[in-house]
């Protein structure tokens, strides 16, 4: 037990995860880069990956688990100078899905109350942030654990005076319905849903256990398009997840094609120690799966361009961030705007798109 946290001086803590094998990689290049690059520091591992894998942290001055975790970086203040207040509002999953290992390694709900949420945003009002985007390992379970439910929060924090706009990170898709939407309707939110959505064919949905199929997504897509206009609509997909032969790829490669998909991440289905899917091994070769992901890939790119030139013309908020030379910043659809001119950084500033390229898109005030 980590106990006089505030008494240690240059502490450097690697949050890590091992939701794909990428991530445990990753995780692992950053703590030993993090021994080297603070050789006066005290080192503290936590998060999933050391849950999972302790041997391979074992040279960290301490590793705590995530409970411990979440009382240090209570303490910590966000950075001012980001554009966006990420609000984790719970944190656990314990749903089922047979390739995931968080739900085995943090399969507790621990939601916040109403009453901690909204005194973080009105901390983060105070910073002077103009959008918030509420995070968890599964936002939909929000509450579970208090006997409420995410429509609950999302109503409590409608009556928030200059209330910043709000954007959900990543809503599961069975709990897209008519009630979430409705109460969406009329509120500061982002016009963007990002759904991990996984793969589009029923035997494989069933394989990954996600609890529902092709025609519910189905279903949810055309519910959120008829309700917002110009929306941005991402989503997560795993290839090569095994028993995905060609015919099951195309079946979500098609469903992409038809439906209203703004942005996309694909991940290569990595085989997880310890989740049910693990034991069907990894059949789909590596050169496959890259061949999946990159007509994916290819695909939402000119999905993306299309939208995006669907929007020439109108005009949309923004909140200014400076990198280098460049000034842009999010629309609350999610588009990256580039625009000229001399604007103080997190400003939110009005825009009008007027030239949209592949890869980019350009507006003026
Ligand atoms: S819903 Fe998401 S976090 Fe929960 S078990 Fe499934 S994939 Fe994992």
């Not at 990753?26 to 690059?37: A, D, E, M, P, T």
């Not at 579970?144 to 609950?152: A, E, K, M, P, S």
């Not at 439906?259 to 034991?279: I, M, Q, W």
Request: glycine content about 6%.
């Amino acid at each position: 037990m980590l106990k006089n946290f505030s008494d240690i001086e240059n502490l450097v803590i690697v949050n890590t995860c091992c939701v794909t094998k990428e991530a445990e990689i990753k995780s692992l290049r950053k703590f030993r880069q993090s021994l080297k690059r603070y050789p006066n520091s005290k080192v503290i591992a936590t998060g999933c990956a050391c849950r999972v894998y302790p041997e391979k942290f074992s040279a960290a001055y301490q590793v705590i688990d995530n409970v411990q975790r979440n009382s240090i970086i209570k303490g910590i203040f966000p950075d001012p100078g980001k554009a966006r207040f990420f609000l984790k509002i719970e944190d656990g999953c314990n749903e089922k899905c047979t390739y995931c290992i968080v739900s085995k390694v943090r399969n507790k709900i621990e939601s916040k109350t109403i009453d901690n949420i909204k005194e973080e945003i009105y901390w983060a009002i105070s910073l002077g942030y103009k959008e918030i985007v509420l995070v968890g390992a599964n936002i939909g379970l929000y509450g579970i654990d208090l006997g409420l439910h995410l429509i609950d929060l999302l109503q409590a924090l409608k009556g928030i005076p200059d209330l910043p706009r709000i954007r959900l990170s990543s809503v599961e898709p069975k709990f897209i319905d008519a009630e979430l939407i409705q109460c969406l309707k009329d509120y500061p939110v982002c016009r963007h849903f990002h759904i991990p959505i996984q793969s589009a064919d029923d035997n494989i949905l069933s394989r990954m256990r996600r609890g529902y199929d092709a025609a519910h997504l189905k279903r949810s897509l055309d519910l959120i398009s008829r309700n917002f206009d110009d929306i941005a609509i991402g989503g997560d997909v795993i290839v090569g997840f095994p028993g995905e032969g060609e015919e099951e790829f195309l079946n979500t490669y098609k469903f992409i094609e038809s439906n209203p998909f703004t942005h996309l991440h694909v991940f290569p289905y990595s085989p997880r120690p310890g989740t049910e899917a693990y034991d069907l091994g990894d059949p789909v070769l590596r050169e496959e799966k890259k061949r999946r992901l990159w007509e994916l890939k290819n695909l939402i790119a000119e999905k993306n361009y299309q939208f995006r030139k669907n929007l020439l013309g109108k005009t949309f908020n923004i909140i200014v961030e400076t990198n280098a030379d460049i000034i842009s910043g999010l629309t609350d659809n999610y588009i990256r705007v580039e625009v000229n001119g001399d604007y103080d950084k997190n400003t939110l500033i009005k825009i009008k798109i007027n030239e949209v390229s592949k890869n980019k898109t350009y507006g003026s005030i």
